[in-house]
Each structure stands twice: as C-alpha cells, then as structure tokens.
C-alpha cells in the first residue's frame, strides 16, 4: 500500500463478525484496484472522532452498521435524500475535498436484489407487501418498496414504533398512501392480502435458530414470496416454514451483497464484481 491506495473499512461495535471485508478486498483484487477495507471497531463514544479521522487518515469511505447508523449523522456534511429519508447511513463517502457524504444503499440493494429474484414487481405494487418490524433495516425496505409504487404494511408489535415509521417515511414520497401502520394482531388479515412477506426482526438469528416470528398455524401461499433479511443461518426457521407451504423464501445475503456492491461503486467509480462479491460471501 501507499498513499494513492484506496482505503474503506466498516465502523460499527463489534464488527468482527462481518462478511465485508471479504467481499470488498475480493472485489478490490479482482478488479485490479488498489484498495483495501479493514474493519473499524468503534465504541459508542467515540463514533464523532471516528468519522472525523476517516478524512484525517485518507479513507475514501466507509460502510456503518450498528450501533452507528444514526450516530455518524450529526457529523457528517451532507446526507444523500435516500439517507435522509431512512434517517439512517450504512454508507460514508469521502469527497476528493474532504466532504463526508452519508448515503444509505441498503433500500437500493433490497430492490435490487428482488428484482434479480425475479420477483413480479409489476404484480407486487397491485397487491402489497407485508413488512414484519419497524426497525432499522424495515425503515430501508419500506422506503424500498414505497418508493418502486408498492403499497407496504408495516407491523410492529409495538405498534407506535410502525406508526412512526410510516410518519417519518411519507413525507418523502411522491405517493403517500404506499405506506401503512398495523399492529401485530391484524397479522393473519394482512398475510392473506400480501404477495410479498419481508422479514426485518432479527428473530431466527443465529443463536437463536428455532425461532420464527410467524405462527406454525398460520399458512403460507404457494404464490407468494418470503425475504428473511436474516442470513446466518442461510436457512431459517421461516423460510422452511414457508418453504413447505411452496412458497418461494430467500434470506438476506443477496441484500447484503448488492449494498456492499454499490458502497464499493461509489468509493471507487468503477462497476462492481458482483460475482466475486456473491463467491465471497458464500
């Protein structure tokens, strides 16, 4: 490395866990860029130093994940309007004059992906979407799926949490009735209606794998399509669960790769491996 090396890096707290890094220096070595990505454990206190250094040390960006997302905000320069909307940034871009741009790819790779499913979006906007949580991650698929002109019903346990949700994401659509609340008992209604089920809890995560946040009584379609966000395990409990209704069901990983792939086009200008990215991550 030297100083024209293009240096990224993933802050958040921990980060040890992650795919990043191998999934970007695989598309650093396959393209034949000079570039590495290093992770960045940042304690909560210390996010505003962090992001700072990023233009300090030469860093040409960085992706953010939790805790983080909303912290780095005040300390950014400017906020791209998909960031802005979601309230959240998974991705900072370092501008040749120092400019820190907070952006958020993870709405764009979830779509993105979908599409690489071949999921019937023309179909899904004259139906609608089910979204199961109204944290972090469900902000960026609603805004998704809002933004594609498909109606999307968020449910929450909690359900002040969706509607705030909902509240903070209408004013930045151009149709402000995509968007709805519900609260968790209507589940068995709104499943009956939706095409598309998306999974944003982290409910069946690793440890946790017996775990399902849909009920063993309520049924599947065959026609219909489950995302899990949730990518370890690669398979989760409902995914098998809608999978022995003959439903379709997907985990994250391709969410994962297709925001990953867009964070690195901007960092570096240049279209991403996607392929190696995906061989990466496997």
Same mark, same amino acid.
């Given at each position: 490395m030297?100083?024209?090396s293009?240096l990224?890096g993933?802050?958040?707290?921990?980060? &040890? +866990?992650s795919?990043?890094?191998?999934?970007?220096?695989a598309?650093?070595?396959?393209? &034949?860029?000079?570039g590495?990505?290093?992770? =960045?454990?940042?304690?909560?206190h210390?996010?505003?130093?962090?992001?700072?250094g990023?233009r300090?040390?030469g860093?040409?960006?960085?992706?953010?994940?939790?805790p +983080?997302?909303?912290?780095?905000?005040?300390? *950014?320069?400017?906020?791209?309007?998909?960031?802005?909307?979601?309230g959240?940034?998974?991705t900072i871009?370092?501008?040749?004059?120092?400019?820190?741009?907070?952006? /958020?790819?993870?709405a764009?790779?979830f779509?993105?992906?979908?599409?690489?499913?071949?999921?019937?979006?023309p179909?899904?906007?004259?139906?609608?979407?089910?979204?199961l949580?109204?944290?972090?991650?469900a902000?960026?698929v609603?805004?998704?799926?809002?933004?594609?002109?498909?109606p999307?019903r968020?449910?929450?346990?909690?359900p002040?949490q969706?509607?705030? *949700?909902?509240?903070? =994401?209408?004013?930045h659509?151009?149709?402000t009735d995509l968007l709805?609340?519900?609260?968790?008992?209507?589940l068995?209604?709104?499943?009956?209606?939706a095409?598309?089920i998306?999974n944003?809890?982290?409910?069946?995560?690793t440890p +946790?794998t017996?775990?399902?946040?849909?009920?063993?009584?309520l049924?599947?379609?065959?026609d219909?399509l489950?995302?899990?966000?949730v990518y /370890?395990?690669?398979q989760?409990?409902?995914?098998r669960?809608?999978?022995a209704?003959?439903?379709?069901?997907?985990n &994250?990983l391709?969410?994962l790769?297709?925001?990953?792939a867009?964070?690195?086009?901007?960092?570096? &200008?240049r279209?991403?491996p996607v392929?190696?990215?995906?061989?990466?991550?496997?």
């Amino acid at each position: 490395m030297d100083e024209k090396s293009i240096l990224t890096g993933l802050m958040g707290w921990p980060v &040890g +866990h992650s795919k990043s890094p191998a999934m970007h220096n695989a598309a650093f070595r396959a393209a &034949g860029v000079d570039g590495r990505y290093v992770l =960045l454990p940042v304690q909560p206190h210390r996010v505003g130093e962090a992001v700072a250094g990023l233009r300090a040390l030469g860093f040409r960006g960085a992706n953010v994940t939790v805790p +983080h997302k909303q912290a780095v905000i005040p300390f *950014l320069d400017a906020l791209t309007p998909e960031a802005r909307a979601i309230g959240a940034v998974n991705t900072i871009i370092v501008q040749a004059d120092g400019t820190l741009v907070g952006t /958020n790819t993870d709405a764009a790779g979830f779509l993105q992906d979908l599409q690489e499913l071949g999921a019937p979006l023309p179909e899904l906007a004259e139906s609608s979407a089910l979204i199961l949580g109204a944290g972090g991650s469900a902000r960026a698929v609603a805004y998704a799926l809002a933004s594609g002109g498909i109606p999307a019903r968020v449910l929450a346990r909690r359900p002040e949490q969706a509607q705030a *949700l909902v509240a903070s =994401l209408t004013p930045h659509l151009s149709e402000t009735d995509l968007l709805s609340a519900r609260a968790w008992p209507e589940l068995a209604d709104l499943a009956a209606a939706a095409r598309l089920i998306v999974n944003c809890t982290p409910v069946g995560m690793t440890p +946790h794998t017996d775990a399902s946040p849909w009920p063993d009584d309520l049924p599947f379609r065959p026609d219909q399509l489950v995302y899990d966000l949730v990518y /370890n395990p690669r398979q989760t409990r409902l995914m098998r669960q809608a999978q022995a209704a003959g439903a379709r069901a997907h985990n &994250g990983l391709g969410m994962l790769v297709r925001q990953g792939a867009r964070a690195w086009e901007l960092w570096t &200008g240049r279209p991403a491996p996607v392929a190696v990215m995906w061989e990466a991550v496997k």
